[in-house]
């Protein structure tokens, strides 16, 4: 990593004054760095007056990318849906890589002209280290994204968007 940017910005207090409250600024990123290229950033942050202690930084990592990344698994594997954010227009061309938790590669594809990669289903298997952690995706201009696997999935089963029960072995 390199710094990119390095200053100071004025935090507005708010309308109670009384200490130790939290406080939220926002921080215009893109009016501070003119050329932010796709990829994962740490902004840190610290007051004034702290004591210069690494464990006394506020920290928050983002993520700046194009890339809208989908993915859903089923008896055939892992597919990986990959849209642009401001297009909605698939994205071809796009390298996928399936990581472990030991940060092994488990698999690579390409997407299609539809923005889709298909894993196999054996490779969702691994246990412990080898569990399959986090799609990657690289762009052909240079994006950057991923999808952490080991967070629980938005469930809309509440939405009256459940669908048909899944099949069983035989399906008519």
Known sequence: ???IWSGHIEVNP???TRLNREVTTSVP???LVEDLRPGV???TAAAHNAMQ????LAT???LVSDLGLASFSGNDGLHALVRSLSSADAVAGTRRRLV???DDILGEATTDAEGHARFEPGLLCGTGGNAPSVLVAEGPDGDYGFLD???TPFDLSDRGVTGRPAPQPLDV
């Open 60 to 62: 928050q990592w983002f």
């Open 1 to 3: 990593g390199e710094a």
């Open 41 to 43: 950033y740490a902004m």
């Open 100 to 102: 472990a938790l030991n």
């Open 29 to 31: 990123v893109g009016e």
């Open 53 to 56: 202690e690494p464990e006394a």
């Open 14 to 16: 708010p309308a109670d």
């Open 149 to 151: 696997l080991t967070q």
